[in-house]
């Protein structure tokens, strides 16, 4: 995502949880070059989960 304000890249500073899989999961986003800050922009549609391997799986 670009920055309405100045065209520079947007960060993910916070995602809002979704009640139920249905429902779009919500996130606020802060611009790396002049901070603006866009609250609750839509961050996936809830639909798969991204699974993150731990360590002892990394190691195998």
């Known amino acids: 995502m670009f920055c309405p ?4 890249i947007q960060d993910i500073i916070k995602v809002h949880e979704a009640k ?3 429902t779009p999961r919500l ?3 802060q611009c790396l070059e002049c901070g ?3 609250y609750y922009q839509p961050y996936d549609f809830g639909s798969t989960i991204s699974l993150v391997p ?3 799986e ?3």
């Open 20 to 22: 139920d899989l249905a």
């Open 36 to 38: 603006y800050v866009v």
């Open 58 to 60: 990394l190691k195998q």
């Open 27 to 29: 996130c606020d986003v």
């Open 5 to 8: 304000k100045c065209n520079g």
């Open 54 to 56: 731990n360590n002892k």
